[in-house]
């Protein structure tokens, strides 16, 4: 067996032992957070509220997308992800009646100083373009050797749109950026970014093995720790 396909062979089977270990959440019983039995999600990006709906199910947490209200995106002028969080929940809320979850998240890349971080979204410009953004991307990084990169999630939890006390918490996932994109799965960056330790894209996970590793992911887990003290 040559080096490349036993290389595939070993990512596979690393990848499906993540499956079995992450099927159920080691860390939280499987119980209701009444308080939050409805949420509506602050965004309209459909690969957050598969993502989200998937990982605060089994908490018998409904996601309700903020276009369930006719809710349109609001302005994110900040520069901090945590500040641009804060003012989308805000906004779901006061419109919605329900508590809001909001996340603001993207990629950093160390060598471009942490670009394109807060504006991961529309790093190439209006309209937002997946694919446009990845090619910017790649020519940024075209003649950079250093590849490290990090998902970042500021994921923000209000109980009304006054809440004085926001539920914050964060989650990072460190890789590399690949040369070109592999993979057909997840969305934004996924392709390009290598997940060193199984060997494979983002894009190349299934859905459920990155909603245990994922930056967001994480962002979860610290939520539901912070609910479980809070309820």
């Known amino acids: 067996m040559d080096k490349e396909k036993a ?8 990848i499906e032992g993540l499956k079995c270990h992450f099927r159920v959440h080691p860390r ?45 995106e ?3 002028p900040h520069f901090t992800f945590v500040e641009n969080a804060l003012a ?13 979850l909001a996340d603001d998240s993207g990629l950093c890349v160390e060598a471009l100083g942490g670009a394109p971080g807060v504006y991961s979204a529309r790093y190439a410009g209006e309209p937002k373009s997946d694919a446009r953004n990845n090619q910017k991307l790649l020519d940024a990084l075209a003649s950079i050797d250093g ?9 923000v939890l209000l109980r009304h749109a006054d809440d004085p006390e926001p539920i914050i918490v964060e989650g990072e996932w ?3 950026i690949l040369r070109e994109p592999r993979g057909s799965g997840g969305f934004g960056y996924d392709p390009l970014f290598l997940v060193p330790h199984l ?10 093995v990155k ?9 979860v887990q610290k939520l539901l720790e912070r609910l479980r003290t809070a309820v």
């Open 74 to 76: 609001t302005d994110e």
């Open 147 to 155: 590849r490290h990169a990090h998902y970042y999630c500021a994921l």
């Open 7 to 14: 290389g595939r062979v070993s990512a596979k089977g690393r």
């Open 28 to 72: 939280y019983p499987r119980q209701t957070f009444s308080v939050f039995k409805n949420l509506v999600l602050a965004s309209n990006n459909a690969g957050k509220l598969r993502e989200f709906s998937a990982m605060l199910a089994p908490f018998f947490i409904e996601v309700v997308p903020q276009s369930a209200f006719d809710i349109p």
């Open 174 to 176: 460190h890789g590399e």
């Open 211 to 219: 909603n245990n590793l994922s930056h967001r992911a994480i962002a």
């Open 199 to 208: 060997g494979c894209s983002a894009a190349e996970l299934s859905n459920e």
């Open 88 to 100: 989308k929940a805000r906004h779901a809320a006061r419109l919605s009646g329900l508590p809001a």
